[in-house]
């Protein structure tokens, strides 16, 4: 079973990886929310923590980055910066 959907996208902008299978995408939202914290954190420092942990499974860092979208899209992370440019932007587990 593919565990990567590679979107197509135009020559000028990057293609987005999404991770399809769903206990992988469970797993790496849990390792993100796991190392997110309520002090704002590059995305790049998380996305990096969480390939260093994980050599094995072959993670891209585009589908990382799509996940951390995807839980701040869900109110579950805040972002400042664009999240499109990693090393650009921070995020962190929302106060109450």
């Known amino acids: 079973m593919e565990k990567w959907n590679l979107e197509g996208a135009e020559m000028d902008q990057p293609a987005t990886i999404q991770i399809t299978d769903v206990s992988v995408a469970a797993s790496v939202d849990d390792e993100i929310m796991r190392g997110a914290s309520t002090s ?3 995305v790049a420092m998380i996305v990096g923590r969480i390939i260093m942990a994980n050599p094995h499974r072959h ?4 589908a990382i980055v799509e996940r951390i979208k995807l839980l701040v899209a869900r109110g579950k ?3 400042q910066g664009n999240l ?3 090393r650009y932007s921070e995020v962190r587990i929302p106060s109450k």
């Open 40 to 42: 704002w954190q590059k």
């Open 59 to 62: 993670i891209p860092d585009t």
């Open 77 to 79: 992370l805040e972002a």
């Open 84 to 86: 499109d440019r990693m």
